[in-house]
């Protein structure tokens, strides 16, 4: 093995020569001045202003405001929130003017700008700044808060614009670079490695975001993100973090899904997306046990929206997806964002699994609603009963707690959970057993039946409904 000498040269050397087997050398390393001189200049800052209106507040009850001297700095923050004591010297509603900024980048030469609409909701005002430090007021085309896209448009023209590309190609471990003004330092650049793709994060289901360790802050939202050819792949949306701060993981809107939203709100006003109807969940290895699926995949089907597009389609709850259009479903965050661009009056193909069996449907893909929340009603109360074979104690739901819940015929109160395999499958008090083995649970005794007619030792599929929403969990019996 070749030594080198413990002098900077020497370290130099032996760290190049460790980096050679994964090929990475100094010529290797990204160099971005370029790529800034180029694209720098159509990145703008954002600067909103929104008129608050403050009324003067009343010191809590038995407290009196501190007598303070008039050069003391908080004389004039206790007169300016809780007046004299009488109240007569009350100042009169203010309106506090407040500023938030952001980035964009100009999409077009004519004025188009591209920002996340959570940069410009609720603006009175919208300044944007180029780097030559001009500055334009402007007006918003339209936005859209699922995706955080908003598209807004200054007056002038000759603007330098950004090169557009396509998330499609980006490959996991490529050199990504991000413009925008973190904390207001105007156009700062920041280079990091694409993490992950297809992310999908609990605020929104239809984006397949584009995870990376580009260092990203209050400020970096709706700049750009570029490859190292200079074309925009993502706009900076939002990051992860403990303490506000950031820590490494950035998330991205693909440019593909943001230029889709932008042409919508510049033609429209508005955003249409695809829907399906259905809550879905992720097939786990025990679920795909359940299912005899060589291996986990797919989006398991928990519950079909009543008269939507897939139950008038026939798709069932215990269905899974394992392909849309062609295209495989390996995670069920996979599907919503296919979903969500397919256009909407036209079918699309689908392979789905049915009790064992692969089968191709045809389904009708309609306009997702502006609010999609499934939500369901009543309380069923607990009654006494004998644990079953899976150590649950339920009880039979009358007419109108199955009309409250919206589980038609079938469902089932878990009204206790004892130690066994219910418990270890997760399930819990309150839950509402809907099915068991692709079989609906009707009452107390059709599920001592079910279960009755499953062999020791084989794991099923329960689907249960808890709070606004439906999941299958496995349960496995007890080896008798």
Do not use: C
Not at 40 to 50: D, F, K, L
Not at 194 to 199: H, L
Not at 256 to 278: I, N, S, Y
Not at 305 to 328: C, E, H, K, M, Y
């Amino acid at each position: 093995m070749k030594r080198y000498p413990l002098t900077p040269a020497g370290l130099l050397l032996g760290l190049l020569a460790l980096l050679a087997p994964f090929g990475l050398s100094a010529g290797a390393l990204p160099e971005f001045t370029a790529l800034v001189e180029k694209a720098g200049p159509a990145v703008v800052n954002i600067s909103t202003r929104q008129s608050q209106t403050q009324s003067p507040a009343t010191p809590p009850h038995g407290q009196m405001i501190p007598d303070l001297p008039e050069d003391s700095p908080l004389h004039d923050f206790f007169r300016r929130f809780f007046g004299e004591q009488g109240g007569e010297d009350m100042l009169p509603d203010d309106d506090i003017q407040s500023k938030s900024l952001g980035s964009g980048f100009i999409i077009s030469n004519d004025g188009y700008v591209m920002t996340n609409a959570h940069v410009v909701d609720g603006a009175d005002e919208i300044i944007v700044r180029t780097n030559d430090r001009r500055e334009f007021v402007a007006t918003i085309i339209g936005a859209d808060k699922r995706s955080d896209i908003a598209l807004i448009k200054v007056e002038a023209n000759a603007l330098p614009t950004v090169k557009i590309g396509s998330a499609k190609d980006l490959k996991v471990g490529e050199w990504v670079l991000a413009i925008g003004s973190p904390f207001g330092f105007d156009h700062s650049a920041t280079a990091g490695i694409v993490s992950a793709k297809g992310r999908s994060l609990p605020t929104e289901n239809y984006v397949p975001f584009i995870q990376t360790d580009v260092a990203i802050n209050p400020g970096n939202s709706g700049g750009p993100l570029f490859n190292l050819d200079g074309e925009v792949v993502g706009v900076n949306s939002q990051i992860y973090s403990r303490t506000g701060g950031f820590m490494g993981l950035s998330f991205a809107i693909p440019i593909d899904v943001a230029m889709d939203v932008a042409d919508q709100l510049k033609r429209t006003g508005r955003v249409t997306r695809g829907w399906l109807g259905v809550l879905i969940q992720d097939v786990t290895r025990d679920l795909a046990e359940t299912f005899r699926m060589p291996q986990p995949m797919g989006a398991l089907v928990a519950q079909v929206v009543p008269n939507g597009p897939a139950a008038t389609s026939g798709l069932q709850p215990g269905d899974v997806i394992l392909d849309f259009n062609g295209t495989p479903i390996h995670e069920s965050s996979a599907l919503p964002p296919m979903v969500g661009v397919h256009p909407v009056g036209q079918p699309a193909k689908v392979t789905i699994l049915r009790r064992g069996e692969t089968r191709v449907m045809e389904l009708m893909i309609g306009e997702l609603p502006e609010d999609t929340e499934v939500t369901d009603k009543g309380d069923a109360q607990e009654r006494p009963n004998k644990p079953n074979r899976i150590g649950l104690i339920v009880e039979d739901l009358s007419d109108e707690d199955r009309d409250q819940l919206g589980v038609g015929k079938s469902g089932v109160f878990v009204a206790k959970v004892e130690k066994g395999p219910a418990e270890r499958a997760g399930i819990r008090v309150g839950d509402i057993l809907l099915m068991v083995d692709n079989k609906e649970v009707e009452s107390v005794s059709k599920l001592r039946e079910l279960l009755d007619t499953i062999e020791p030792g084989r794991s099923v599929a329960a689907l249960i409904q808890r709070n606004e929403g439906r999941i299958f969990v496995a349960v496995r019996l007890p080896k008798d």
